[in-house]
């Protein structure tokens, strides 16, 4: 990994493969999903560097996405962490202010007459029916708080202490919560999805209350231009709080059908260019088969990240490779936020593989410049599988069977 004191990075392109943690499954004999995938770029970037285990946070904390990127961009969550509400707003399209609040939210389903949330997302895909909610519930009037409208005269504030602040904010909010509830329990949508067997989506969850964070830039902080590629809300408005430029990735998602391999273009083209030294690149999809419990799908996204991997990589080397006389040379960073084990189908204390390398010490291991100049590009096809599919319904049965 030494450059011998005549090269330096021309840029680092750090790939975070969320929830890729896990445990030892018995149905892939006692390996966890990373161990039983096939992945020889993923092990070439290993074999030609520096590789490891990582506690994101610190050992033995079962953290969120959003701590675990600032620990990992450098910020101690501690210190800097405000709640996660802003994140995902900002990332968005909303603009905070200082002061403002903001929650992350999702769509739910409660049992009326108990008050108990049976499932804390009505429905994962649920691109039709959710503008369809959301547009119902905007505009929605709060009978307590009739002066939180619009075409008001500007009030002055008055002095208060942190008591009165947090009773009145609770108060409101709870109203909020209950009022929300009530415009969606009749919604003529839900009563259709009642009537097909569905869950309605009655509730809205109200998560992850934060404000924006007041921290020193990434580039100020770090000494980089720093871009980030990510379509999950929460991570594209981490880094626009940090400073980070968010690029996009025609075709890419933060779900299981996003297009894998415009992420890594979109990273190539913004280190290659010179725009920026440092990209960030977040994939969604692994995590989200740890949190469905859906082995064989985990372990198949983290065999497309290879491919992805590959096509950065092979990026990366012909930029190289044209710039030789320069001495370009490109980094490459592959780590975790946390681990998503598929038999609890949430976050844990797991620490995460960590693998650093120079893009060319990996492409010598795969063959050399010339050899992977010859592999083509194809376009990553995302996995696909259900519960009750016949590639998962043994593993799903197998993690019944040991809870």
């Known amino acids: 990994m030494s450059t011998g004191g005549l090269q330096k990075p ?18 892939f004999g006692q390996r966890t999903p990373l161990q039983a995938a096939h992945t020889p770029i993923l092990d070439a970037v290993a074999a030609a560097g520096l590789n490891g285990l990582l506690d994101p946070v610190e050992p033995g904390l079962a953290c969120g996405s959003d701590t675990a990127h600032l620990s990992l961009f450098g910020y101690e969550p501690r210190t800097y962490y405000r709640g996660r509400g802003a994140f995902e707003s900002m990332g968005a399209g909303l603009h905070m202010s200082e002061g403002d609040i903001a929650f992350k939210c999702n769509f739910a389903t409660c049992d009326a007459a108990t008050g108990i949330v ?21 505009g929605l009037q709060l009978p307590s708080y009739p002066e939180h409208r619009d075409n008001l005269p500007l009030q002055r ?21 209950d009022q929300l509830c009530t415009a969606l329990q009749a919604h003529p949508l839900n009563e259709e999805r009642r009537r097909l067997g569905k869950s309605p989506a009655n509730c809205l969850l109200l998560r992850g209350c934060g404000s924006r964070m007041k921290v020193p830039g990434f580039r100020e902080r770090q000494g980089m231009r720093a871009c980030v590629v990510a379509p999950t809300r929460i991570i594209a408005g981490l880094g626009m709080c940090l400073g980070m430029q968010s690029v996009d990735a025609p075709g890419a998602t933060g779900d299981y059908r996003t297009r894998l391999e415009a992420k890594a273009e979109a990273v190539a083209q913004a280190l290659v260019s010179g725009s920026f030294d440092f990209a960030f690149l977040h994939v969604k999809a692994v995590d989200d088969a740890g949190h469905d419990r859906l082995p064989w799908l985990k372990m198949k996204f983290i065999e497309a990240v290879d491919q992805m991997v590959l096509h950065l990589l092979v990026r990366l080397s012909q930029a190289e490779q044209a710039a030789e006389a320069d001495q370009r040379r490109f980094t490459i960073c592959l780590a975790s936020d946390h681990s998503t084990p ?17 893009a060319s010490d990996v492409i010598d291991v795969l063959g050399g410049p010339d050899y992977v100049a010859t592999l083509p590009l194809q376009p990553i096809a995302s996995p696909v599988a259900t519960p009750g599919s016949a590639s998962e319904e043994a593993h799903t049965a197998n993690l019944d069977s040991m809870l």
């Open 342 to 358: 598929v038999l609890r189908g949430d976050h844990s204390f797991e620490p995460v593989p960590l693998a650093i390398a120079h």
């Open 157 to 177: 504030a008055k002095p208060a202490d942190e008591s009165e602040e947090a009773e009145f904010t609770a108060a409101l909010v709870n109203e909020l919560s």
């Open 10 to 27: 021309s840029g680092i392109a750090f790939i975070l493969i969320d929830g890729l943690g896990d445990v030892t499954i018995p149905s």
């Open 118 to 138: 049976v499932k804390r997302r009505a429905d994962r895909q649920f691109e039709r029916e959710g503008p369809v909610l959301c547009a119902h519930l905007d």
